[in-house]
């Protein structure tokens, strides 16, 4: 590790991930990329350029040791601070109230969203709150503000990740930690392909039905997230705070 200021993202090896460690590691940070899978992620030096400033390390956002390892591995580089918190990790699956065993994958689904968000706050902010200073940003979605048909898990786990994220904002506020959330719209990940099928998925800039939803024409891409990701981490102000950021292209005001 090089760099003096850490970022660690989680769930590294998917769309958002991939995008937001190329982001943080063009700014100048020494980006920490986590996931379960490993095999993913030994893929990420071929693919992302600065590898000097990368590390990658296996972890389970679902296991508080895990979580521990990675941390306390990241503390033990002299002259280096873990500064920013990426809580990018989740999975996605459809999930019918009237579905059966719909229980058991719902409690997968909110135990990496919403509870390995939680475990890598707790963590992570300990350490951030004795340097008086960090960033917290979790990847949310416009399913936690309006909910999904067939989503419900997932939506859930957004929701509590949301208001997680204003919680600990009011909590780590005094410490100089800030946190924020980004809450995306429709975006084409390989993600997306695991909750519809590849046919229903309207092509960007070829579809009534999108310029119709999305002010701006189209579907949103992981290079949007990784955008907003890399202001609020760079950014100097400590005055966006507690913020939920939309990132939908104006669906929320868009005609159906």
Not at 30 to 42: F, G, P, R, S, Y
Not at 144 to 168: D, M, P, Q
Request: aromatic share 4%; hydrophobic share 45%; with cysteine.
């Amino acid at each position: 590790m090089t760099a003096s200021q850490i970022a660690l993202v989680t769930g590294a090896a998917g769309g958002f991930g991939t995008a937001i460690c190329a982001s943080l590691l063009e700014v100048g940070y020494h980006v920490v990329a986590t996931d379960i899978n490993i095999d993913a992620l030994e893929g990420l030096i071929e693919r992302l350029e600065h590898p000097a400033n990368l590390t990658y390390m296996q972890m389970d956002v679902c296991d508080l040791d895990s979580v521990q390892e990675v941390v306390d591995t990241i503390e033990q580089r002299e002259n280096a601070s873990l500064s920013v918190l990426i809580n990018n990790a989740g999975i996605i699956s459809k999930n019918f109230c009237l579905q059966e065993n719909s229980t058991i994958d719902a409690k997968k689904i909110i135990d990496v969203n919403l509870i390995g968000a939680i475990n890598c706050a707790s963590i992570v902010s300990r350490v951030m709150g004795r340097q008086r200073y960090g960033r917290i940003i979790n990847i949310a979605s416009v399913a936690g503000i309006w909910g999904a048909s067939g989503g419900s898990a997932y939506a859930a786990s957004k929701a509590g990740l949301i208001k997680a994220s204003e919680s600990w904002a009011r909590e780590l506020g005094p410490l100089n930690i800030v946190v924020t959330a980004i809450a995306p719209g429709i975006c084409v990940t390989d993600m997306l392909g695991k909750f519809v099928s590849k046919d229903q998925v309207p092509k960007t800039g070829e579809s009534k039905i999108v310029k119709s939803i999305v002010p701006t024409g189209r579907l949103g891409n992981p290079n949007d997230v990784s955008e907003v990701v890399t202001f609020l981490a760079t950014c100097k102000t400590d005055y966006i705070n507690g913020t939920v950021i939309a990132l939908d292209g104006g669906m929320r005001v868009g005609q159906l």
